[in-house]
Every structure is written in structure tokens, then in C-alpha cells.
């Protein structure tokens, strides 16, 4: 059946949850995983939610960087590490894009992975309640199946 799962996690508790059910699921299928976390582009991110000033963008960027970078490494490090413990081989990704689920179709087709199982949504907001606007972009987009955990 599937033998590589790509796992998205922003490191939310239903991210956790599905990175739960992935390992479950890969370690019944003798699979493998590869946890992709996707950064927000620097650019995007600062301009939705900060007014930062010329003479402070490059410290402000270099910080950005720097904690986004410490994030993902802590978030795939726990997916990895319970993934290694149940005997489940894992490989963790970290990506920075604008469009997350770009990111996502993309390691999909990179990592050769037949199966993407992710969160029905994420940390972003009131959109979240229903179903994700990644995980319905990755959804429609998406050339390979996307199982939703909820």
C-alpha cells in the first residue's frame, strides 16, 4: 500500500496528533516518514503582522531566521524522535516559502513519498475552524493522496 508518508507538522496539538496517527500507520505498513515543517518567508510574515523599520529590518530578519530555524529543528525533532522510538524511520525536512502547500506538493514529489497525511488544519486563525486553507489546497492540488486527520 503506501510506503513513504510525507507528515506536515506546524507542531499544533492536532499536527501533533496526526504525526501520531502517521507513525501508527507507517510502523503497520513497514513505511517511512519525512516531516516537513514549513517556515513562513520572512517577508510575508513580518509585513502581515509587524510595521518594522528600514534601519531595523536586518536585525529584525536575522532574529526571524534564527528563531524560526531553533522552532522547526524542536517541532521535527519530536515528531523524529517518537517516530525512531516506535521503529519508524523518519527524516525531517525544514523549508522556508511563502506557500506552504507549494512546499508541501513539492517534498511530496522530492522525497517520493505516495501518501501525505496531515492535520485537517493548523495554528492560523478563525479560517482554521472548518478545514485548513493549506490542507484544502494541498487537497485539491495534490497529484498523490492526502489522508486528513482530524
Known sequence: MFRHILL???????????AKQAIKTAKELGAKIT???VMPDYAKYVSEHYFVPAAMAAPVKRK????AAVLATEILDKVCSAATAAGVECAPVSVINESPYEAI???????GCDV????SHGRRGLQSL???SE?????VHSRIPVLVCR
Open 105 to 111: 506538493i513539492k517534498q511530496a514529489t522530492k522525497s
Open 130 to 132: 472548518l478545514l485548513g
Open 35 to 37: 516531516a516537513i515543517h
Open 8 to 18: 506536515p507538522t506546524d507542531g499544533s496539538k492536532l499536527s501533533d496528533k496526526a
Open 116 to 119: 501525505i497525511m496531515m492535520a
Open 135 to 139: 490542507t484544502q489546497k494541498v487537497l
Open 64 to 67: 526571524y531566521k534564527e528563531e
